[in-house]
């Protein structure tokens, strides 16, 4: 494994949590700093899927202007 390697696979075990989220806001926290150490360590593909994901956990808004928190 190469130093970037090792050090990248710390970074993700720092951003991972013992028990699922809360709340769709602690996710997208979650996928936000993980997302963020995937761009500091140049994993590109990672970081889009990552945004993918982040994207997919945003609160959906119609058009009335209503937020539908679940999606």
Known sequence: MTALSVQFA??????????APDSRASLLA???????TAHVV????????????????LPIQDGSGTIDPEG
């Open 30 to 36: 979650a996928l936000l700093r993980k997302r963020a």
């Open 42 to 57: 140049g994993a590109k593909d990672l970081e889009s899927l990552l945004r993918e994901q982040i994207r997919w956990a």
């Open 10 to 19: 710390k970074a993700l075990s720092r951003g991972r949590i013992a028990q």
